[in-house]
């Protein structure tokens, strides 16, 4: 078999915290939100990212490769101290979480949108690794992050300009 890089398992690492914030989204989503659009797209992220995040799990387990990136602490940020592509500062999930109705509802949608493409960014910075993304299940499951998210993107770049 193709062996992994450490370009893969620090992928698979800073997508689990990415995804685990995703969640965090989502799950104010029953609480706030006011569109039916933005709750049943809530629904579909919630599911996919959550098996995802197993996905990832499992595979670093199997290699014997911590499911936290080492030093991280559960934090959402890379080795630099930066927030990884895409991650809300805490003055942003704040701002989420006080939000309601309609502002909740375009909060919601653009703060996906740009943590979307910070996996999206997450992606081209893995395939652009030397001998990345070799390894089956990371190169088939950095594929479906760019299409999917890729894909939501559009749908929710339209559900917002249908909620301005």
């Known amino acids: 078999g193709v062996s992994y890089t450490d370009a893969d398992v ?3 690492q800073g997508m689990i915290p990415h995804h685990a914030q995703a969640l965090e989204m989502t799950a104010l ?3 706030h939100a006011t569109t039916d659009a933005v709750r ?3 629904l579909r992220m919630e ?3 959550r098996d995802e ?3 990832m799990s499992t595979w670093l387990r199997e290699r014997g490769e911590p499911v936290e990136m080492p030093g991280m602490g559960g934090m959402s940020m890379d080795h630099g101290g930066h927030l990884m592509p895409g991650m809300l500062s805490p003055e942003q999930m704040e701002n989420l979480r006080n939000a309601r109705g309609v502002e909740f509802d375009r909060l ?3 703060y996906m949108i740009q943590h979307h493409e910070g996996a ?3 992606v081209a910075e893995l395939f652009n690794s030397s001998g990345a993304a070799q390894e089956s299940t990371v190169f088939k499951f950095a594929e479906d992050v760019d299409a999917d998210q890729t894909m939501e993107i559009e749908r929710m770049q339209r559900v917002l300009e ?3």
């Open 40 to 42: 049943q797209m809530a």
């Open 53 to 55: 995040i197993q996905l």
């Open 108 to 110: 919601f949608l653009e």
């Open 29 to 31: 989503v029953r609480q």
């Open 10 to 12: 620090r992928f698979m």
């Open 47 to 49: 599911i996919s990212q």
């Open 162 to 164: 249908s909620i301005r």
């Open 120 to 122: 999206i960014v997450m």
